[in-house]
């Protein structure tokens, strides 16, 4: 089955909204096949988000997602990767259609609440920056 990685960033622990949010994904037919509660150091901050390092929020960002506990967890199942991402909503949550994850508990760009990969190789790369095999069950 395929497998995707999902943060909920720290705005999402602050809120207290993590629950709600890992209640549409199992509801939604998902398996939690990986789930912990962890503080970003720098380095895995900069690691995990790489491929922005030349954007001119990149500081920002990194400083924002290390800046208190997240949760990351992988989740099972058929074309996860396209479905989480669509249950997501859009990156910009002023732009998140309502009844997405975004668009129902995020008001701005750098507090969006959820990370999901974006791809079958991105998923792969995180999966293995967050997740050792031992703590996946299969
Ligand atoms: P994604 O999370 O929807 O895949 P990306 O383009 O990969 O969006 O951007 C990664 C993260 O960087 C976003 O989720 C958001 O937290 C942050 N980000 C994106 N654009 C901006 C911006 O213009 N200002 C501040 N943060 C941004
Ligand atoms: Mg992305």
């Known amino acids: 089955m395929e497998k995707t990685l999902i943060l909920l960033k720290p705005d999402a622990v602050i809120k207290g909204v993590c629950g709600q949010i890992i209640d549409r994904f199992e ?14 150091s720098k380095e ?27 949760i990351a967890m992988v989740i099972s199942g058929e074309n996860s990767i396209k ?16 009844g997405t ?3 129902d508990f995020a008001l701005n760009v750098r507090n969006n609440i959820i990370h ?12 293995r920056t967050f997740f050792t095999d031992s703590e996946l069950i299969s």
């Open 44 to 70: 895995l901050a900069e690691t995990h988000y790489q491929d922005h390092r030349n954007k001119p929020f990149f500081q920002e960002l990194v400083t924002f997602i290390i800046s208190g506990p997240l």
């Open 27 to 40: 509801k939604r037919g998902f398996k939690i096949i990986g789930l912990k509660m962890l503080q970003l």
């Open 83 to 98: 479905t989480a991402r669509t249950m997501m909503g859009v990156t910009n949550p002023l732009d998140a259609a309502p």
């Open 101 to 103: 994850i975004r668009g």
């Open 116 to 127: 999901g990969s974006d791809s079958l190789e991105s998923a792969k790369k995180e999966i």
